[in-house]
């Protein structure tokens, strides 16, 4: 095994072949350091992979993670990566029931489209009007902000003064969301459409006072540099194989089957213990990155742990014979499930699924959001299904925090699901049931992942899709110089639990990397 050979010594030791890991081995490796990756799964990817979840069918899915915005292209040029993005020509579409009749509001397929689509829904040009000077700002900060997320950490002033617009600081950094949500919409189901990219994996009410919905909605919006999702071409695994392969062709050995047990350090070299099928073993190391949460990185280094992280979503992946038909009938479901489909998601009804998850109960309406990945990219489909038109849907369930799963994950998971999906059914021609494709096995294609399963499977504290509430990308106490900086000088945090982490970015990857590098340029180290 890779990590047994003679006990050598490496200049670096990665915990955990998650897909910001490999960003950091591919780099270290690319600039000479010797570097051993330690991966506890049979495979690296951690949560950005892809996979064949039902028996016999050749479909590949991206299984947890599965749309790309925060991954800068410096990342894909510098280390050479056959990896390939498709943007989606709708942005989304959501279902809704005016004066008794099936309707809906779809952004995208072209600027009249948009506006015909907002004028049909409210009556008025208003909303598409607020719409367009909202995301003009969103547009305009994301310029300025995402290139930072590759450098050094701005001061808060700095950061500040690249935004240069002071309406937009305090919309987004300094008030809670749904202040701005509340003054610049009127329709209820807009304002929902708008709040939904502050709840993605994140517990929070639209005034919540911490702002972590501000935070969460941020980084939805700056993504590129325009704030696009866009599809992985040959799924999220597509991405964390062509990063694997980037890091041993640059030379970094790639150990699966290894879990780490701790890490022994006094600063300047360290020790790290692990575990394989054949027993333990210790491997000596200069430096020690962490792709893993900060309370993996505390059990580690036997440091006192942060608090604990909570997760908050429903993951559902389905394969369908065909899409469901709609019941607004002015909308292709081929163009409605294009893009992201929400469910439940007007602004009234997120406040209430929010009040209710936070006393204890399921939302009586949970809201969602839905995609299809095939309608864009068809290579995760083999060749028979793709000819008789079968596709995938995943569905993103919001406000369900790993608190209520406790009593009875796979109870209530059932539950939860059910409701989901009724919620679905409410605006569809024919029940999705009817629509689901069988394994070989005769049982339908669906799987859904509640936070205490993504807490199992993918040790993602509390099922937290980003490891902790996210951060505002600017230097704070304690943040280090690239956000990555942990008490122990030879040991980094390259994992989303860093700051200006969370989603697949590979951000915390190279900013470790280069943090590392940096360090030993200025020590003069070869």
Excluded at 185 to 191: G, P
Excluded at 219 to 240: E, F, K, Q, R
Excluded at 261 to 284: F, I, P, Q
Aim: aromatic share 6%; charged share 25%.
């Amino acid at each position: 095994m890779p990590a047994h050979e003679g006990n050598r010594g490496y200049d670096v030791v990665i915990v955990g072949g998650g897909h910001n890991g490999l960003v950091a081995a591919a780099y270290l490796a690319r600039a000479g350091k010797s570097v051993l990756v330690l991966e506890r799964l049979g495979t690296t990817g951690g949560a950005a992979v892809s996979t064949r979840p039902f028996a016999g069918v050749d479909a590949r899915l991206s299984r947890y993670s599965y749309l790309v915005s925060l991954l800068p292209r410096k990342i894909v040029r510098d280390l050479g990566l056959d990896f390939r993005v498709r943007g989606r020509n709708v942005s989304s579409y959501t279902p809704a029931e005016r004066d008794g009749r099936p309707t809906g509001l779809l952004v995208g397929g072209g600027e009249r489209r948009t506006r015909e689509a907002f004028a049909r829904l409210t009556g008025s040009d208003r909303e598409y009007q607020a719409w367009q000077r909202f995301y003009g700002m969103t547009g305009r900060v994301a310029k300025q902000v995402f290139p930072t997320l590759t450098e050094p950490l701005p001061t808060r002033d700095e950061l500040r003064r690249r935004v240069d617009d002071e309406e937009a600081w305090r919309i987004l950094f300094e008030e809670p969301l749904g202040v701005a949500v509340e003054d610049t919409f009127t329709d209820d189901l807009v304002r929902g459409v708008v709040l939904t990219d502050a709840l993605i994996g994140t517990f929070a009410d639209a005034h919540d006072p911490t702002l972590r919905q501000n935070r969460c909605f941020l980084y939805h919006v700056i993504g590129g540099g325009t704030g696009a999702w866009d599809v992985p071409v040959g799924g999220m695994g597509a991405l964390t194989d062509a990063l694997a392969g980037a890091a041993r062709g640059a030379g970094a050995v790639l150990a699966t089957g290894h879990e780490a047990l701790g890490v022994r350090t006094d600063g300047r070299s360290a020790e790290v213990t692990y575990r394989t099928e054949d027993g333990e073993g210790t491997v000596s190391t200069r430096h020690v990155l962490v792709n893993a949460s900060p309370q993996e990185l505390a059990r580690l280094t036997g440091d006192e742990p942060p608090a604990p992280a909570e997760g908050a979503q429903l993951k559902v992946n389905m394969l369908l014979k065909r899409l469901p038909r709609l019941r607004d009938t002015s909308v292709d479901p081929r163009e409605a499930f294009s893009g992201t489909f929400h469910i439940a998601e007007g602004y009234e009804q997120l406040a209430a699924a929010h009040a209710q998850a936070a006393s204890g109960v399921l939302p009586q309406a949970p809201p969602s959001e839905i995609y299809c990945h095939s309608l864009t990219d068809p290579t995760i489909l083999g060749p028979d299904l793709v000819h008789q038109g079968y596709q995938t849907l995943t569905l993103f369930g919001l406000h369900t925090p790993a608190r209520l799963f406790e009593r009875d994950n796979d109870g209530v998971r059932e539950e939860l699901l059910k409701s989901t999906l009724a919620q679905l059914d409410a605006h569809l021609a024919e029940p999705l049931a009817d629509c689901l494709a069988n394994d070989a096995h005769g049982r339908p294609c669906i799987e859904a992942k509640s936070p205490l399963d993504l807490e199992r499977d993918l040790r993602l504290p509390g099922g937290n899709i980003f490891h902790r509430d996210l951060a505002f990308p600017y230097a704070q106490a304690g943040t280090g110089r690239w956000g990555v900086e942990t008490r122990h000088a030879n040991v980094l945090l390259c994992g989303a639990g860093a700051v200006r982490g969370g989603g697949v970015s590979g951000v915390p990857g190279h900013n470790a990397a280069m943090a590392l590098l940096e360090d030993l340029g200025a020590k003069g180290r070869a």
